[in-house]
């Protein structure tokens, strides 16, 4: 029997096990499960004929890297026609729904962000990578990453939408 | 807890109602990556980088000086002119070299030699050609992208404007024996169909034909050893004739549209194989393209035989090519004749599948198929 593809099994075994963290990764930057699926899959279809490669090194780095600059030139070439929201939902109340209205203040938060500043954010709260390795994958300076990190901070804090945070913990 | 914490909270919670991951997700990017092959070989209309034997120029990686086509260039580097005409700013075209070296994962080039900069094919595609020299070595590299984010009739594509590199790498020719053409092809894909294009570098001022399948061929001229040609709609490889032989000493004879070293990149956009006709039947799924592919379709809720309708033309040679055809890796397997006809192939029953079914099929790139599942027999 002929394999269409050429099989690389170590492959999808990363995906299998990468595939999902990958994929929050993609929705922290689109905003959209769907479009964070479409995303992942395009940064997985630009490293998988570069695989026997990349797998000797430290692929789940070389796909968040992939992702990142995907997700990138979807935002430049405006293709996706994302609009930032200027009006944030109201500040969550006590109520059955609080979660899941808390978590909408955030994501509609997160879509105020310039995009550097939200790639940023991404990177260093949600991967957990360090300022020196957000710099490496973006292609900037780890001062530049500092002060993007502020700003968005300052954004943040400015919107409210961390208000639902902490003081339930 | 400070902000950076509650951040982190945030956006675990953010993510919290995650989909179950999709059960075709490696398979989807196979799918992708066919697509993206594809396009890579032939969605980028026949643009043919002839590259002219003549003054070339020297450039600091990333710098923006530009040389008179009469320059010194390293001995290892081919002697042709500079074409960069200032319809692409140089901030893309290092953009192209930059992106070259996360493809290949290469080292800062210490020297970039370049030969072609500009705009192509009604200003859709941006076209780079240089050599580059590493800590690893020499290499022969063209580059094209599209326009995504100029406006029309912009006089200068700027930064942030093209859209992904499509990258071809090879080790850098021996400038004593260049190659007879350095080609690419590029396409123009529309609602009305398919026009490609051919970009030509090679020896300057030479006059050539082109030809192709499908194509009734035309006459061009070269300018310092460039030309940029419109083909049309073509059923397969484009090659070019030239005056006079580019090969010293050697016979004129057609040269495939191609970048040195890489047979794929001589297949162009071919018109789309006429789709195969269903007579009625429920088509389940249907496909056009060329080389390699898969189509995924859905069989219904209930056991269901079907049938597999394709039609495919080309190939490269005189020999008929086939298409090989599987269903979901199973026993059934069909070869498809590229003779232009419509064939059908009694295909296996299909259980119902929450994630349906997916016809595989092999091809040569330089053949178009259409393809059809429909029930029954």
């Known amino acids: 029997m002929n394999e269409i593809v050429v099989e690389r099994p170590d492959f999808a075994a990363f995906v299998g096990a990468r595939g999902q963290a990958l994929q929050r990764t993609a929705y922290l930057l689109t905003g959209d499960w769907a479009l964070a699926e479409d995303l992942l899959q395009t940064a997985l279809a630009r490293v998988y004929p570069r695989w026997s490669r990349i797998e000797r090194d430290d692929p789940d780095a070389y796909v968040r890297k992939v992702l990142v600059n995907t997700w990138s030139s979807w935002w430049r070439r405006k293709w996706r026609g994302e609009r930032p929201s200027d009006e944030l939902p109201d500040r969550p109340g006590p109520d059955a729904y609080v979660d899941a209205d808390r978590r909408r203040a955030v994501a509609a938060a997160l879509t105020t962000l310039p995009p550097k500043q939200r790639v940023v954010v991404v990177l260093r709260f949600h991967e957990d990578m360090t300022e020196a390795q957000v710099a490496n994958v973006l292609g900037i300076s780890v001062g530049t990453v500092k002060s993007q990190t502020a700003k968005a901070l300052a954004k943040l804090r400015t919107s409210d939408a961390l208000s639902g945070y902490g003081s339930t913990s | 807890m400070n902000d950076e914490t509650m951040l982190r909270e945030a956006l675990h919670d953010l993510t919290f109602e995650q989909p179950a991951a999709p059960v075709d997700r490696v398979v989807g990017v196979r799918r992708r990556h066919v697509r993206r092959r594809t396009t890579q070989m032939g969605g980028v209309a026949a643009i043919v980088a002839i590259v002219a034997i003549g003054a070339a120029f020297i450039r600091a990686p990333f710098g923006n000086d530009t040389e008179p086509a009469h320059r010194d260039v390293p001995s290892w580097a081919l002697q042709w002119a500079d074409h960069r005409d200032g319809s692409v700013d140089q901030s893309v075209l290092d953009g192209a070299v930059a992106s070259w070296q ?54 200068v594509i700027h930064q942030g404007e093209v859209g992904d590199w499509v990258i071809r790498d090879a080790p850098a020719p021996d400038p004593t024996r260049p190659p007879a053409l350095v080609g690419l092809n590029l396409a123009d894909v529309t609602a009305e169909g398919t026009s490609n294009w051919i970009l030509v570098l090679s020896t300057p001022e030479f006059g050539f034909h082109w030809q192709a399948p499908g194509s009734a061929g035309g006459v061009a001229t070269m300018k310092d050893g460039l030309a940029v040609v419109d083909t049309g709609e073509v059923r397969g490889q484009v090659s070019v004739v030239f005056d006079t032989d580019v090969v010293r000493n050697g016979p004129v004879s057609p040269i495939p549209v191609a970048f040195p070293g890489d047979d794929n990149s001589g297949a162009p956009t071919l018109e789309p194989a ?104």
Do not use: M
């Not at chain 2, 200003?123 to 020299?133: C, G, I, K, L, P």
């Not at chain 2, 035989?305 to 397997?333: I, K, M, Q, S, W």
């Open chain 2, 102 to 155: 996360r493809f290949e994962r290469e080292s800062r080039p210490s020297t970039v030699v370049w030969y072609v900069g500009q705009t192509a094919v009604h200003d859709s595609w941006v076209v780079a050609v240089f050599e580059a020299e590493t800590r690893t070595g020499r290499h022969l590299v063209a580059a094209q992208a599209q326009v995504g984010g100029a406006d029309p009739g912009q006089s």
């Open chain 2, 274 to 377: 006429t789709p195969v006709e269903a007579h009625g039947r429920q088509v389940f799924g249907r496909i056009g393209g060329q080389g390699t592919g898969a189509l995924s379709f859905d069989s219904g809720s209930s056991r269901t035989r079907v049938t597999v309708l394709a039609r495919c033309y080309g190939g490269p040679g005189r020999h008929l090519e086939t298409l090989h055809l599987t269903v979901d890796n199973g026993p059934f397997a069909a070869n498809v004749p590229c003779d232009d006809q419509q064939h059908e192939f009694a295909g296996p029953s299909l259980q119902p599948q929450a994630d349906g079914h997916t016809v595989f099929f092999t091809g040569n790139a330089f053949t178009a198929f259409n393809i059809a599942v429909v029930k029954g027999k």
